[in-house]
């Protein structure tokens, strides 16, 4: 015959019982990245690679979000087996990367626009005028590579103006960004002509990319090469030809 004993459950099992079932009913946090997602979703607004998304984003969750950014990282490390908790190079690189990507070479996307303060044109200016080479440092959406190259600017200003230097700050924050070079024009362009409506634009992006020489082909040469011209540089074949005479003076012709 079999003998059941019953065992009086202690009052420590029971509070311990207790309190995983009232774990189990709290909702879990989500993460910070997922919230932020959400938001962005509830907008309607796109969150594509090239995309800025910081007007969703407040400076206390860039913090989290480098933090889980971290996390995951190492998780990468770990399944490229490399022994972090050892090895003094890498101790510390999902944290490095993290704060790189996030404020770095990807700010476009987690940062506001830097200030733009556009002026009059009180001079009723009417004649080309050029910036550049202006450096371009990016990465390729595909394979997450660096896109450096320069770019050159021309402007036929209509009733409002902005400082030279502030070009440079536009360029630098759309390119901080995933892309492929033929958007990342467009996106320059684009938000050039929304912050001072010019008579004319153009654009030029002149850009060497590692996906091709670090990886794939291994071509060390190939330099790819976008346009953009907009109002009068498109209409006026003359201004748009002054424009490429200019900036080949400052080096866009060079190899």
């Known amino acids: 015959m079999t003998i059941s004993i019953s065992r009086p459950v202690s009052p420590t099992s029971e509070n311990d019982s207790k309190n995983a079932k009232v774990l189990e009913s709290l909702p879990t946090r989500k993460a910070i990245s997922q919230i932020i997602r959400d938001r962005v979703i509830a907008a309607g607004d796109p969150f594509f690679a090239n995309d800025s998304i910081a007007h969703h984003i407040s400076e206390i969750e860039r913090e989290e979000l480098k933090k889980e950014l971290e996390g995951k990282l190492q998780g990468v490390f770990d399944s490229l087996i490399i022994d972090?908790?050892?090895?003094?190079?890498?101790k510390e690189t999902a944290r490095r990367v993290a704060k790189m990507y996030v404020d770095e070479v990807f700010k476009g996307r987690y940062h506001p626009m830097p200030k733009v303060t556009d002026f009059p044109n009180a001079k009723e200016l009417d004649e080309i005028y050029t910036l550049g080479p202006i450096t371009v440092r990016s990465a390729?959406?595909?394979?997450?590579?660096?896109?450096?190259?320069?770019?050159?600017?021309?402007?036929?200003?209509?009733?409002?103006?902005?400082?030279?230097?502030?070009?440079?700050?536009?360029?630098?924050?759309?390119?901080?960004?995933?892309?492929?070079?033929?958007?990342?024009?467009?996106?320059?362009?684009?938000?050039?002509?929304?912050?001072?409506?010019?008579?004319?634009?153009?654009?030029?992006?002149?850009?060497?990319?590692?996906?091709?020489?670090?990886?794939?082909?291994?071509?060390?040469?190939?330099?790819?090469?976008?346009?953009i011209v907009r109002g009068s540089f498109r209409s006026d074949p003359s201004m748009k030809k002054e424009f490429f005479d200019l900036i080949r003076a400052h080096g866009f012709g060079d190899s």
């Open 84 to 90: 972090t908790a050892n090895d003094h190079n890498t």
């Open 140 to 227: 390729c959406s595909h394979h997450f590579v660096p896109i450096v190259g320069q770019a050159w600017i021309g402007i036929v200003p209509s009733d409002r103006v902005i400082g030279i230097s502030k070009f440079n700050r536009i360029v630098d924050w759309v390119m901080s960004r995933p892309h492929i070079q033929e958007e990342a024009a467009i996106m320059v362009a684009d938000t050039i002509e929304n912050l001072i409506k010019p008579k004319g634009l153009a654009f030029v992006i002149k850009a060497q990319h590692m996906c091709m020489t670090w990886r794939g082909v291994k071509e060390p040469e190939t330099k790819m090469v976008n346009s």
